[in-house]
């Protein structure tokens, strides 16, 4: 067996798993206040929400939850919509990006934990 077929899998380093968990929360503090501004300007929009929007709407609720912990109204929903199909489409953005993010936080984990 070559060299190069042997390579050794390596733990991360303490400081190096740190590191990346900090440019995580960064990222994702920034990702919540750039959805917290284009959802606030979203809401007041003429036309009613959609399948489409209501998607949106779902996809970055998760990232209302910083803001909500800290003390500040986000609007997550909007009250003009077309009805069962934004709904529908809420639904879906919040299911699809929660498992997205669940199943790729639980593949982390479980390789960090080997």
Known sequence: MSSEQAVA??????WSRT???A???????????????????DVLA???AGLGRGF????????AMPG?????DA???SPRNTGR??????????????????GWSFRRWSRWRK
């Open 9 to 14: 899998h390596r733990k991360p380093q303490a």
């Open 85 to 102: 199909t934004y709904k529908l489409g809420y639904t879906l953005g919040v299911d699809l990006c929660g498992a997205a993010f669940f």
């Open 23 to 41: 440019i995580g929360l960064v990222v994702a503090l920034f990702l919540a206040r750039a959805a917290a501004r284009w959802m606030a300007g």
């Open 56 to 63: 949106l709407h779902g996809a970055i609720m998760p990232l």
């Open 46 to 48: 003429e036309q009613p």
């Open 68 to 72: 909500l912990l800290i003390g500040r």
């Open 19 to 21: 590191v990346r968990g």
């Open 75 to 77: 609007e997550i929903y």
